[in-house]
């Protein structure tokens, strides 16, 4: 089935260090969204965006929607442990709950 | 924890084989969607349900059913099983918005998956 592109694929990161990772895709979407999933949990969702150029925040955690609505940004400010996991954005076309996952970033933070 | 409950939480079985996942949603959630995830694919949708029907079918084999019941749970049953069903299955749940302003996968809760093992 068809995925988003999800950079980088993995990353470590001291703690306190500022993350990025992002999201492309070859179709224009019209939800983007960013999930967390730790080890042996389903995944939880972060930050959900509605509209191109939207910047929403959530605590430490800022995602923005790309203009031309194939990408999608994500930072992670003053990391900590607890940050570790796999991130995944997840792309909505339109329709019922029609949805494509991204390929995941996985990251580690190292105390 | 976020109200979605699954079973079995771990499931071996034999190829060829048939077997049925289980899935609560949240109370008062009335969709169920079902996922697979797996090491080489990724998160792939299966399939939703809303309120007993059928809504959306994603990357679903023709081996594999859901259905979900009056009192709103939802089961995945998955046949004629083959090694590469090895995954993890997910169910999640939402309530559809109010007005029926329709705005994407914003409410959905992931429970915490069946990892299912075909040898």
């Known amino acids: 089935g068809q995925q988003l592109n999800q950079s980088p694929q993995s990353m470590f990161i001291q703690e306190g260090e500022d993350v990025s990772m992002n999201c492309t895709s070859s179709s224009i979407f019209n939800t983007w969204l960013w999930y967390k999933q730790d080890p042996g949990e389903g995944p939880v969702l972060l930050i959900a965006l509605y509209k191109a150029g939207e910047l929403t925040s959530n605590g430490r955690l800022t995602a923005q929607f790309g203009i031309t609505r194939k990408d999608s940004f994500l930072n992670i400010s003053a990391s900590i442990p607890s940050d570790v996991g796999i991130y995944f954005c997840?792309?909505?076309?339109?329709?019922?709950?029609?949805?494509?996952f991204g390929t995941g970033t996985k990251l580690q933070v190292i105390p | 924890d976020s109200g979605v409950t699954q079973t079995p939480k771990h499931l071996i079985t034999a190829t060829g084989q048939r077997v049925t996942l289980r899935c609560s949603p949240r109370s008062g959630d009335l969709s169920v969607y079902w996922y697979q995830q797996s090491l080489d694919q990724g998160l792939q949708f299966l399939i939703q349900y809303y309120n007993g029907e059928e809504r959306a079918k994603g990357n679903i084999l023709e081996r594999f059913s859901a259905q979900q019941f009056p009192d709103l749970h939802s089961e995945l049953n998955l046949s004629s099983l083959e090694l590469g069903d090895s995954a993890l299955y997910f169910c999640?749940?939402?309530?559809?918005?109010?007005?029926?302003?329709?705005?994407?996968?914003?409410?959905?809760?992931f429970g915490p998956g069946t990892r299912l093992l075909v040898l």
């Open positions: 997840a792309g909505n076309s339109g329709g019922y709950q029609k949805v494509t």
């Open positions: 999640a749940s939402s309530v559809e918005p109010a007005g029926g302003k329709y705005r994407g996968l914003e409410t959905q809760y």
